[in-house]
């Protein structure tokens, strides 16, 4: 069964800083591009970043690149977001998402995430 | 990147059909045939329900199907039951020298 497992929310000062981790399970996790998506309170869903199987390729949302980092440690089957300077803008719950996309002969497809983690909120308040 | 554009609530009764749209633009909905549809109930984390705009997963019921024309995808939800009520996003791939995904702005479901 796939599993997916975040770790690291809570409460944040404006400017601080706060690492987020996902434990996955139940599946090749080397195999996979994986995701973080965020829904801010009451709010709809927003990607934020994503990241190749090895590592190599890293995609983030405007609002976020230059503040926060994705990345993996497939030996420990383990996604992680990285998030400085944060602002109150930030506030939402964060979700660790399988990416189904794929790369074949020199084009890449990103159809869909399939498999979702309960999320952990991050919140920035002073 | 804007979000794509969805109705904010649709209802129906039970056991009728409701369409949920998502309008885009050319250069995500209107370029891939890249999208995905999410059922979201309260609390709870999301759920993928279409993908590659008409595909179903393993284990979602037939009564949910997709489709897209031009920059507009939908989602039908045929014969409503209680269990249906939730939001549902519809999600694009937008390029991976643009914003990569825009989800939509989210549709309630409500069963009267």
């Known amino acids: 069964e796939v599993q997916l497992v975040e770790s690291g929310g809570g409460l944040v000062q404006p400017g601080g800083s706060l690492r987020l981790s996902c434990a996955a399970s139940?599946?090749?996790?080397?195999?996979?591009?994986m995701s973080w998506v965020r829904q801010a309170p009451g709010k709809g869903l927003e990607w934020v970043a994503n990241?190749?199987?090895?590592?190599?390729?890293?995609y983030y949302v405007d609002s976020v690149k230059g503040r926060f980092t994705i990345s993996r440690d497939n030996a420990k089957n383990s996604l992680y977001l990285q998030m400085n300077s944060l602002r109150a803008e930030d506030t939402a719950v964060y979700y660790c998402?399988?990416?189904?996309?794929?790369?074949?002969?020199?084009?890449?497809?990103?159809?869909?995430?399939?498999?979702w983690g309960q999320g952990t909120l991050v919140t920035v308040s002073s | 990147q804007s979000a794509l554009t969805q109705p904010a609530s649709v209802s129906g009764s039970p056991g009728q059909s409701i369409t949920i749209s998502c309008t885009g633009t050319s250069s995500d909905v209107g370029s891939y045939n890249l999208v995905s549809w999410y059922q979201q109930h309260p609390g709870k984390a999301p759920k993928l329900m279409i993908y590659e705009v008409s595909k179903r997963p393993s284990g979602v019921s037939n009564r949910f199907s997709g489709s897209k024309s031009g920059n507009t995808a939908s989602l039908t939800i045929s014969g409503l039951q209680a269990e249906d009520e939730a939001d549902y996003y519809c999600?694009?791939?937008?390029?991976?020298?643009?914003?990569?995904?825009?989800f939509g702005t989210g549709t309630k479901v409500t069963v009267l």
């Open positions: 139940g599946f090749t996790f080397s195999s996979y591009w």
């Open positions: 990241i190749k199987q090895d590592g190599s390729e890293k």
């Open positions: 999600c694009s791939y937008a390029g991976s020298s643009t914003s990569f995904y825009v």
């Open positions: 998402a399988r990416d189904e996309g794929y790369c074949s002969g020199g084009s890449c497809s990103f159809p869909s995430f399939d498999y």
